[in-house]
């Protein structure tokens, strides 16, 4: 598990068009929408953009321009990125839970960090859509939901908990 990733918090705001406005507490502001089950398009305030892929797991696939970066979902609302950033959503955790996993230091009642793959071959990619695929034949095919890989109407992906990621 890493103990030097640096965290910043954000929230969510769905905005008429059915888009999402994401506010990071350093400034960065992004906008993101949703492409098909597995691919969020997203641009930023400092003239970056790119798309998010889901691709089964839990790990995320950023691209931004020549740029790849993987992530992994961690529940509660919180990613960790393979720059060690830990992005945790605010949206998610409004009211007294919130307060109560501030206040008691929220990663030891959330539970060890996986680190995300640093890098993938196209192989290990393509496994991993697939598996994706299959969790979200096997969920749409079942009655019950939040069971992983579904989108949210934060324009993010669920995870295996029902929060945002």
């Not at 790990?59 to 970066?69: L, Q, S, V, Y």
């Not at 720059?83 to 230091?105: I, P, Y």
């Not at 994706?132 to 009655?143: D, G, H, I, K, V």
Request: net charge negative.
């Amino acid at each position: 598990m890493p103990t030097n990733y640096r965290t910043i918090e954000y929230t969510d705001e769905l905005l008429a068009d059915q888009t999402v406005c994401r506010r990071y507490h350093d400034g960065r502001v992004e906008w993101r929408k949703r492409l098909d089950e597995t691919k969020i398009e997203w641009r930023d305030n400092q003239s970056n953009s790119g798309v998010d892929e889901l691709l089964g797991d839990s790990i995320i696939k950023r691209i931004d321009g020549t740029n790849t970066m993987y992530a992994r979902e961690q529940g509660y609302g919180r990613t960790l990125w393979s720059n060690n950033l830990l992005t945790v959503n605010r949206t998610s955790f409004g009211g007294k839970v919130g307060g109560l996993l501030t206040a008691m230091g929220g990663a030891m009642l959330l539970g060890s960090l996986v680190i995300p793959p640093m890098m993938l071959g196209a192989q290990e990619e393509e496994q991993l859509r697939q598996q994706q695929a299959l969790q979200q034949q096997q969920s749409s095919s079942s009655s019950s939901s939040g069971d992983g890989g579904s989108w949210d109407d934060s324009g993010d992906f669920g995870d295996s908990d029902g929060d945002f990621g």
